[in-house]
Structures are given as structure tokens and as C-alpha cells.
């Protein structure tokens, strides 16, 4: 059964720096694009970075130079350190599957990242 | 970048009724050379992450009751709920992933009337 568990999630200060990871398990995470998404409290999905199965990165503008998504193929975990954060970071962060970089078919439940001072 | 929108931005329907939501994007998301619409719909309930409902626009996920349905092309598309049950109630987006930048609409609340 697939199951996608992220944690790491906390309260840090403005210009923080926070790691989450995304355990997975019953398949391999290598094999497929893995994504992060976060939605801020009471608003809408929005993505933060994606990794393909070769390896290569993705994000948006507004978290681009900040973010850095990575795999432990070893560990079957997907990582997203997060540095210089703002207050306007604060969300939950879901890590998803993503076949072949298509539709996210499996979601975590989320880890909580609150910036504040 | 693409600008996923719906429409409404909330949706009030009676049990049993029908429930339309609207997504359009600011480009075509139809590769061509495989005919595909890459489009998804998602159901996201309270409390909990969001959930795939459908993906390349009209195909529904295994287990997903059938008074679901999508359907459009290009860049209008349409999910809709046949008759809403009460368990229908969430928040719905559309979401591209045509590039890796994977855009989201704002999502529409649906309740019970």
C-alpha cells in the first residue's frame, strides 16, 4: 500500500531554515516525480518544487534560490530544506506522487511550518 | 506561467441536484501529439490533504463514484457532480500539469443547500 508520511515541520523564526521530510513506502520513490505543495491557512494549493526521475529540479518563483528539493533513495524519503523563510512560508506542506509528472495521485496528511517572530 | 481560474468561486446545491464547476486556463494544456489534456480535479474535505478525482481531464480514479465527471478540452473544462450528496462537500481544484510548474485554480467551495 503507498503511503507518504511527511514530518519536520515547526515553528521557526523570520529567516529560518527548516528541513521536511516525506517518508515513503510501498513503492519507489526514485521511480516516480515527487512534488510539494503547500497550502497557507484557509487559502488555496500552491506548488513549491518538483523532482523527476532523472533527478532534475523545478519551482516557483517565489521560492526559487530558497528551496532545495532532494531524494535519499536509500531511505525512500524525499527532503525539502528550507532556508531564509518568511512569514508568508507558513503553511501546510504536502508532499505528493506524481507518475510520469502527471496528476498527484498520492498525497501525505501534511507537516505544519509556521513563521513567525 | 499558466493562470488556472474557476468559476464559481462557491457553489450552494440541494441533495440530489446537479453541481458544475468550471476551470479555465490562460493556455491550451492539449499535447497535441497525444491527443492528451493534461488536467486534473482534485476533492480536498476538511482537515484532510487533497484527494485525485480525475486526471487527463475525464478519466476518473479507481474508486471514485461515477456521479463524477470530467470533461472539456483545451482550455475550458468542467467537473461535475451528477446528484451531490451530502458526503460531497469540500473544496474542488483543477490543476494543470501540462508544464512542470504544475498550476492549481483558487478552488470552489461546494455546500449543501
Known amino acids: 500500500e503507498v503511503h507518504l508520511e511527511e514530518s519536520g515541520g515547526d515553528l521557526v523564526q523570520p529567516g529560518g531554515s527548516l528541513r521536511l521530510s516525506c517518508a515513503a513506502s510501498g513503492f519507489t520513490l526514485s521511480s516516480h516525480a515527487m512534488g510539494w505543495v503547500r497550502q497557507a491557512p484557509g487559502k488555496g494549493l500552491k506548488w513549491v518544487s518538483i523532482i523527476v526521475v532523472d533527478g532534475r529540479t523545478y519551482y516557483p518563483d517565489s521560492v526559487k534560490g530558497r528551496f532545495t528539493i532532494s531524494r535519499d533513495d536509500s531511505r525512500n524519503t524525499l527532503y525539502l530544506q528550507m532556508n531564509n523563510l518568511r512569514v508568508e512560508d507558513t503553511a501546510v506542506y504536502y508532499c505528493a506522487r506524481s507518475p510520469g509528472a502527471t496528476a498527484a495521485d498520492y498525497w501525505g496528511q501534511g507537516t505544519l511550518v509556521t513563521v513567525s517572530s | 506561467d499558466i493562470v488556472m481560474t474557476q468559476s464559481p468561486d462557491s457553489l450552494t446545491v440541494s441533495l440530489g441536484e446537479r453541481a458544475t464547476i468550471n476551470c479555465k486556463s490562460s493556455?491550451?494544456?492539449?499535447?497535441?501529439?497525444?491527443?492528451?489534456?493534461?488536467l486534473a480535479w482534485y476533492q480536498q474535505k476538511s482537515g484532510q490533504p487533497p484527494k485525485l478525482l480525475v486526471s487527463?481531464?475525464?478519466t476518473r480514479e479507481s474508486g471514485v463514484p461515477d456521479r463524477f465527471s470530467g470533461s472539456g478540452s483545451g482550455t475550458d473544462f468542467t467537473l461535475t457532480i451528477s446528484s451531490l450528496q451530502a458526503e460531497d462537500v469540500a473544496i474542488y481544484y483543477c490543476q494543470e500539469y501540462y508544464t512542470t510548474l504544475w498550476a492549481f485554480g483558487q478552488g470552489t467551495k461546494v455546500e449543501i443547500k
Open positions: 493556455q491550451s494544456v492539449l499535447y497535441n501529439p497525444n491527443n492528451k489534456n493534461y
Open positions: 487527463w481531464a475525464s
